[in-house]
């Protein structure tokens, strides 16, 4: 399976790593870093090297979910740090492993960052996927999806989609508990976020800065201090993901939340269509079985 692929290659990468290491993965044409080394450091050139290549074959892999996925133009860099071996290399510092092949579309910077963020979440929940032994979901995620990637020739409207169906597929064969548990498991796996007083609204400006919502408000918590509870309600517009099923795909904004609040992650979501956008309201009962954190349903607003 591909999932096994991805996490096996995500594994290597890391076994190359130093915490200390004075060479990093860069796209030579963007300057971004790459996914799945977007944080990583490598202790010598030919670790970096190594894992360049894995680099590469880890996106390669995600092209087959996704074909205008875009391609990096891999190099390595090393910093101030490297000492011996930069007097040792009359060239240290770039080492060009690919040709660009990016297109006009998918280069453009309105919605590289768009691109590149649901391709990390959805990464990542296939590479838990696979490690959960969740086969047959990961290939009904694929299957329909392979089956409109033709049509679409919008890279956003494709990543988008594929957050979409990965939303409803894991909400239509998975329990409410095992969701959560793909849910935590995905969050560990995207690079980590500095704790923040505020996880809901980082979030939510993250998602905002990336272009997967226009704009947002969020009223003051209420807390039921008796049950030990606490709610929210959110106001969304122009959210980009559509509602399927009589549910709202929510994947992208509870993974950001796992990841920024690991300890308390939100029990139940709800929404509902007010005509101008979705209102949201995000339950925290640390009792309570989960609910809608994948795919939240939508009520009405009586």
């Given at each position: ?5 991805l ?7 890391d076994?190359l ?5 004075a ?5 030579g ?6 996914v799945?080394a977007?944080?990583?450091r ?9 894992a360049?290549r ?8 995600l092209?087959?979910y996704?074909p205008r ?6 190099i390595?860099c090393?910093d101030d740090?490297?000492t011996e071996d930069s007097?040792?290399d009359?060239?240290p510092d770039?080492?060009t492993?690919s040709?660009?092949?990016l297109d ?5 910077p309105?919605?590289?960052d ?15 996927l696979?490690d959960a032994?969740?086969d047959?979901?990961?290939r009904?995620?694929t299957s ?11 890279p ?5 989609y594929l957050?979409?169906?990965?939303a409803?597929?894991l909400?239509r064969r ?5 969701q959560?548990?793909v849910?935590?498991d995905?969050?560990?796996?995207l690079?980590p ?6 996880p809901?609204s980082d979030?939510?400006?993250s998602?905002?800065r990336?272009?997967?919502l226009?704009?947002?408000?969020q009223?003051?918590w209420?807390?039921?201090?008796d ?5 929210v ?7 980009a ?5 009589g549910?709202?795909?929510v994947l992208?904004l ?8 690991p300890d308390?992650?939100?029990s139940s979501?709800?929404?509902?269509d ?8 995000l339950?925290l ?6 609910n809608?954190?994948?795919?939240a ?6």
């Amino acid at each position: 399976m591909i999932g096994d692929t991805l996490a096996e290659l995500r594994t290597r990468i890391d076994a190359l790593t130093s915490d200390d290491g004075a060479y990093y993965l860069v796209c030579g044409r963007t300057g971004d870093r790459p996914v799945p080394a977007a944080g990583a450091r490598f202790p010598d050139r030919e670790s970096a090297r190594t894992a360049a290549r894995t680099v590469e074959q880890y996106r390669a892999y995600l092209r087959r979910y996704d074909p205008r996925y875009p391609h990096f133009d891999v190099i390595v860099c090393q910093d101030d740090r490297a000492t011996e071996d930069s007097a040792a290399d009359p060239d240290p510092d770039t080492w060009t492993l690919s040709t660009p092949v990016l297109d006009g579309a998918a280069a453009q910077p309105s919605n590289r960052d768009l691109v590149e963020f649901c391709h990390r979440v959805a990464a990542a929940v296939f590479e838990t996927l696979s490690d959960a032994g969740h086969d047959a979901t990961e290939r009904a995620i694929t299957s329909d999806y392979d089956a409109v990637a033709d049509a679409l020739a919008d890279p956003d409207g494709l990543c988008l989609y594929l957050l979409e169906r990965m939303a409803t597929t894991l909400d239509r064969r998975l329990t409410p508990t095992a969701q959560a548990r793909v849910l935590t498991d995905a969050a560990t796996r995207l690079a980590p976020v500095d704790p923040v007083e505020d996880p809901l609204s980082d979030t939510l400006g993250s998602l905002q800065r990336r272009g997967l919502l226009g704009a947002y408000r969020q009223s003051p918590w209420a807390a039921d201090l008796d049950a030990g509870t606490r709610s929210v309600d959110v106001h969304l517009s122009e959210y980009a993901l559509f509602p399927r099923r009589g549910r709202l795909p929510v994947l992208p904004l509870v993974v950001g939340l796992y990841r920024r609040h690991p300890d308390r992650p939100p029990s139940s979501l709800r929404a509902v269509d007010d005509g101008d956008g979705w209102r949201l309201t995000l339950a925290l009962d640390a009792d309570a079985e989960p609910n809608g954190l994948i795919s939240a349903p939508i009520r009405s607003d009586a």
